[in-house]
């Protein structure tokens, strides 16, 4: 059975950095790493559930949300089956349960951030982030 697992989380002053890593295990006959594109969402206390950054399963193309980009870099190591999250310059609007997410159909900005978090086959646990300010 798949398993994606999150780790990384933690508190930070406003302005810090954090790494998320994801690790994905488990894989049925025929499916690899690579047979997942990748993504990172989170959901803040009375919010919904929010992608904000996606990465094909090549690792070629990305896609974020307005909130994070420019701030944030998804990459991912298809020789380690990891999804890392480096997310600098944060803000206390950054506080929230960040899970990793994983889809056998290919991204859009649509599935990743402009539209509802449907279609995810596999979902992890979640880690927190809190940043202060």
């Known amino acids: 059975q798949v398993q994606l697992v999150e780790s990384g989380g933690g508190s ?3 302005g810090g950095s954090l790494r998320l890593s994801c ?3 488990g894989f049925a006959s025929g499916f690899t790493y690579m047979s997942y594109s990748m993504g990172w969402f989170r959901q803040a206390p009375g919010k919904q559930r929010e992608g904000i950054a996606c990465i094909s399963r090549s690792g070629g193309v990305q896609y974020y949300a307005d909130s994070v980009k420019g ?3 998804v ?3 298809n020789t380690k089956n990891m999804l890392f999250l480096q997310m600098d310059s944060l803000k206390p609007e950054d506080t929230a349960m960040y899970y990793c997410a994983a889809r ?3 991204w859009t900005s649509y599935r990743c951030y402009a539209g509802p978090p ?3 086959n596999l979902w992890g646990p ?3 982030v809190n940043v202060t300010s």
């Open 12 to 14: 930070v002053q406003a």
């Open 118 to 120: 449907t279609d995810i």
């Open 104 to 106: 056998t159909d290919t």
């Open 126 to 128: 979640g880690t927190q």
């Open 75 to 77: 990459s991912r190591d």
């Open 23 to 25: 690790a994905a295990s």
């Open 71 to 73: 701030r944030f870099t």
